[in-house]
């Protein structure tokens, strides 16, 4: 969120460019009105605010000076400011949050900004300095404690304890202006903040995402007076589940949208510390740590040696539900071994993350059922019990000196751990720190509704009540959310979000969430998905910004002369794919699920259970639990592809046929994947019904399809817990490839005739 106390003249954009004559691009409107809680505005680009204060003497109205200085706030910064910047392997003290990690930071910011500002302002003299001219024009670049004594500066603004935050702040002499941060982290945000007011975009990772600022012959220095701070502080980010999953486009493209938060990777540690970057790590460790067929140092394996250790089921102790269901918490001796292993990585190979998940067996099963465990209360209680037993030993290791860092220890409230809804009693103790938190996970969830709407009880009730079940004991343990806008079972599908996103941000921030997150981040060949990258980067910043506008200065910008069809182009696209949790996700009740449980046979179930989904449902339907039919979608695709075609046909620059390429790719793909789960569906209900001839129809369209998705692969797939890239055929990435086989080996002559 953002404060802005306005100077006496504000116009918009439009108006200062006729002001100015720079011919800017217009960066969106205002935005959507004013915080739920604080009522204040928002003045943020990243918000999709394009409210600009109008200068008085230098700026809007008056020509570039010939010299533009960047004040950095350091001895030796008019030389050294660009070493210092990219120095980052150098720092010895970035986990200290010391001040070598924040001289490199706030270096960093600076050549950033030297670097855009040239671009924006050609033929400028843009020099670094370490001191304040009395008379040239400045831009000061640096946290605000460290600002206000080095230049001996009274009117720097005072900013809240998050190192996050930040100021954007003129100076009453006139030609100076402040980008100034409660910490490094801050001042590396007002720089792209900044930027942002210019007309930059960040909207991909690289040149082909990046949108220029058109040229200036006018800064804007003065009538600054804003605020911003983040709506959900404690991180912004992804979970990088696979150890190659890095990229220093990616993580520069992060730091420009103020997203903070991805897994410790050794390669690229420095330079995600310098970009302002938190490491949350790891995931279900127990599955790991307490692996049953572990082989011990007396011979045996660790179930074997220690029996009492995993669950009690139906009064016995057996191996086959050892990791099946989850170990027994309330056995000391186990809970002392699983703490003892966590304080090893801790002093090792997970020394330098920041939060550590330590996730239970992801088994969708239950818990250990002996009247101990039993007696610690619901499924939560006893995951908080053992996380807080865990919490103690680490906190022993500390006060030893053991351990070097105080790492957050992080719970996840999820189904297949059989911990989605919060506790009975209250949260131990030794949780209660502000460090270690929640992480709630609704891998199931309907993307056709917004998570706290009634019209979904089907898929989402029971998330919403998980949700409310949680937000009461937040104050005692911070809840963050993993979302899942690319879950495995979607497979790198063209999904787009923009009808819920809105809705369900402005939800969460409601209900007292600190951290937003999402599975799994695409690497590559983001197309359309470039919306959804886009609107949880600012949304994560700003829960009440109007996706509205920022969807439609994201197809001006993006798309420019080709804007138009390509608005129509996602609207299609979107609302075909509305239905994709009753298509394909972990949800016993989807498509999916249905079809690889099919052994080929003559099925007796019916594949489409639920009210969202039917396979003839009208296009007009409309009530609770409803949504798109498949006719409704294949027609949305068809239209879909004629606007990306019309698209393709508007003379447009290089970089945005570029764009249209990558977008008609992935179109082509998800395309193809729907109408082979459409036909495998066909032919599925065909045979379970006896109609032979359907199901022959049915069948050839399927091998036509699946010989169209043999023939292209879908980058990438990332080996996991270690490392490795591949790159699956799309028809492997629709997952019922096995199925195909199988069916091809049964004849069709099989299924009984018609009725």
């Known amino acids: 969120m953002s404060t802005s106390k306005e100077p006496r003249e504000v116009n918009s954009i439009a108006a200062l460019e006729g002001a100015c004559g720079s011919g800017a691009p217009r960066m969106g409107g205002a935005s959507n009105g004013t915080s739920s809680n604080t009522g204040i505005d928002r003045r943020t680009f990243l918000g999709a605010v394009t409210v600009v204060p109008l200068a008085a003497g230098l700026g809007f109205s008056a020509p570039i000076p010939q010299t533009i200085f960047i004040a950095v706030p350091y001895p030796g910064a008019a030389k050294s400011t660009e070493y210092w910047a990219n120095a980052e392997d150098h720092v010895r003290d970035w986990e200290e949050e010391g001040p070598e990690a924040e001289r490199c930071t706030v270096a960093f910011a600076a050549v950033e900004l030297k670097r855009f500002l040239m671009q924006t302002v050609p033929g400028t003299d843009i020099r670094f300095t370490e001191t304040l001219p009395e008379h040239d024009a400045v831009i000061v670049v640096g946290p605000t404690p460290r600002v206000k004594t080095f230049f001996a500066l009274d009117e720097v603004p005072a900013l809240p304890g998050d190192r996050q935050a930040y100021a954007i702040h003129s100076l009453q002499r006139g030609g100076a202006l402040l980008l100034v941060g409660g910490g490094r982290q801050g001042v590396l945000y007002a720089v792209y903040d900044y930027l942002g007011q210019l007309g930059w975009r960040w909207y991909a990772p690289g040149p082909m995402g990046e949108v220029a600022a058109a040229k ?179 906190n022993a290791a500390i006060a030893s000196g053991e351990v070097k860092r105080d790492i957050g220890l992080v719970m996840c409230a999820y189904e297949g751990t059989s911990s989605l809804y919060g506790p009975a009693h209250p949260v131990p103790a030794a949780l209660r720190n502000g460090k270690d938190f929640v992480l709630y996970a609704p891998i199931n969830r309907c993307y056709a509704h917004p998570l706290g709407s009634h019209e979904c009880t089907e898929f989402n009730r029971h998330y919403d009540d998980a949700v409310q079940s949680w937000s009461k004991v937040a104050g005692d343990l911070p809840f963050t959310v993993v ?245 699956k055929d799309a028809l492997t990435r629709s997952q019922l490839r096995p199925l195909l086989d199988k069916l091809a080996a049964r004849p069709l002559a099989a299924t009984k005739p018609e009725s």
């Open 216 to 394: 200036r012959t006018s800064l804007p220095l003065d009538g600054w007076k804003t605020v911003s701070m983040p709506d959900f502080p404690l991180f912004r980010g992804f979970h990088a589940e696979g150890m190659s999953k890095e990229s220093a486009e990616m993580f520069q493209w992060m730091a420009r949208n103020r997203l903070n938060m991805w897994a410790f990777r050794c390669t690229s540690h420095a330079l995600m510390r310098k970009l302002g970057l938190v490491f949350l790590s790891g995931g279900h460790i127990l599955e790991d740590i307490l692996n049953a067929d572990k082989p011990m140092p007396s011979g045996k394996t660790l179930f074997e040696e220690h029996t009492e250790w995993f669950a009690e089921v139906n009064g016995k102790r057996e191996r086959k539900n050892a990791g099946r269901y989850q170990f027994c918490v309330s056995n000391d001796a186990a809970v002392a071994y699983v703490a003892a292993s966590i304080i090893e990585h801790f002093q090792t190979d997970w020394k330098p993350t920041d939060f550590q998940n330590v996730w239970m067996f992801d088994t969708w099963a239950d818990w250990c059922q002996c009247s101990r465990c039993q007696g610690l209360g619901n499924d939560a209680d006893r995951y908080l019990h053992f996380l807080g037993k865990v919490r103690e030993a680490v």
């Open 483 to 727: 979302e899942y806008y690319s879950v495995s079972k979607f497979e790198d599908l063209p999904l787009l979000f923009s009808r819920t996103m809105g809705k369900d941000f402005a939800y969460y921030h409601q209900a007292g969430v600190k951290g937003m997150s999402y599975m799994h981040i695409p690497m590559a060949l983001w197309g359309p998905r470039a919306l959804t990258q886009t609107l949880f980067a600012r949304l994560s910043w700003d829960s009440g910004a109007s996706v509205e506008k920022i969807r439609q200065e994201y197809m001006t910008l993006y798309y420019g002369p080709a804007a138009a069809p390509m608005a129509e182009f996602y609207r299609c696209l979107e609302d075909a794919y509305a239905n994709i949790t009753a298509w394909r996700s972990w949800a016993k009740e989807s498509v999916n699920a249905g079809l690889l449980a099919w052994d080929g046979g003559k099925p007796q179930k019916p594949l489409f259970p639920t009210k969202h989904l039917q396979l003839d449902s009208a296009a007009d339907r409309s009530g609770p639990d409803v949504g798109i039919g498949p006719r409704a979608s294949i027609d949305l695709l068809e239209r879909a592809r004629a606007a990306l075609a019309k698209a393709q046909r508007v003379q447009s620059p290089a970089v945005v046929r570029l764009r249209l390429e990558e977008d008609a790719r992935l179109f082509r793909y998800g395309d193809e994947s729907f109408r082979f789960y459409l036909e495998m569906a066909r032919l599925y209900e065909a045979r379970r019904l006896g109609k032979e001839s359907e199901a022959r129809t049915a069948w050839t369209s399927a091998e036509k399809l699946a010989d169209s998705l043999r023939s292209y692969y879908m980058p990438f797939d990332f080996d996991f817990p270690g490392a490795g890239v591949g790159a």
